[in-house]
């Protein structure tokens, strides 16, 4: 995949920093968002996963650098409407023209309608408010829609033939109790990425959802773990890199025929 370029949101921990290492591999430059986030103490979270919230991009970066690949990072809030624009001209700018564009960033929380405190896996519960709407869909839902909006733009308006954009998801049809804000907000990313592949499907860019399985980002505790163990509908508790794979196919010449799918990894 020499000669592409990628945005990768959310590429200082987790599947966002997995997914930019994957994409160097296969030879692409790769531009990492982030954004540093201070998040509050939760009996239910453990510190190391806050501790990843909190750091930048760097050892993403050396990580691609080591092995001989092309990178840079910039950190920005994606509730910001003129970050995504800011993305692209920096990935123009120091990387070349973006063909690849991973909307991986969230801006998870927990929220819920009934009157709790913690969820069922001793998580803080906060009451659904403007607040928690703001947040989860400002980076989920606007930040998304506006980065499909400007690749798209600048794809259409160079005259490229190749793109692809993948995004994230989690929840269901039945919604996403105790973390209502961030279902409904990945149920509108989905919507926006499904009509992505049919309207840009002309221009040779295609536009796939990813819903992983339990990823262990550094949140997955031993209450998590025998959670899945006894489901009936959840069976690996995966790595971030295993997600990454996936992404990184999706991303190459190999899954030009896939597009406009939701693809459920378990």
């Known amino acids: 995949m020499t000669g592409h370029t990628a945005i990768v949101t959310g590429a200082n921990h987790g599947i966002g920093a997995a997914t930019a290492v994957a994409l160097a591999r296969q030879g692409c430059t790769v531009l990492c968002a982030y954004l540093s986030l201070e998040d509050p103490f939760d009996p239910g979270v453990p510190q190391a996963y806050r501790d990843f919230r909190r750091a930048n991009a ?80 400002g980076v989920d839902v606007l930040a998304a829609a506006l980065l499909i909006g400007e690749f798209a733009r600048r794809h259409v308006g160079r005259g490229a033939t190749w793109g692809r954009i993948v995004g994230l998801t989690s929840g269901g049809e039945l919604g996403f109790p105790e973390e209502v804000s961030y279902g409904a907000a990945k149920a509108a990313q989905v919507n926006y990425t499904m009509s992505a592949a049919a309207e840009l499907a002309e221009y040779g860019i295609t536009a796939n959802m990813i819903h992983p399985p339990v990823t262990d980002t550094g949140w997955v505790t031993d209450p998590v773990r025998e959670f899945v163990a006894s489901s009936q509908t959840h069976i690996h508790v995966a790595s971030p890199a295993q997600v990454a794979d996936v992404i990184a196919y999706l991303a190459s010449d190999a899954a030009a025929l896939i597009t406009g799918n939701v693809i459920t990894l378990r």
Do not use: C, H, Y
């Open 58 to 137: 760097d050892v993403t970066i050396e990580r691609i650098k080591s092995e001989g690949g092309g990178a840079v990072a910039i950190e920005a809030d994606l509730t910001d409407p003129a970050a995504p624009a800011m993305l692209f001209d920096v990935a123009e700018r120091e990387l070349g023209p973006v063909d690849i564009l991973v909307n991986n960033a969230t801006g998870w929380l927990s929220d819920t309608f009934r009157r709790a405190d913690t969820d069922r896996l001793g998580r803080v519960l906060q009451p659904v408010s403007a607040a928690t709407f703001g947040q989860q869909f």
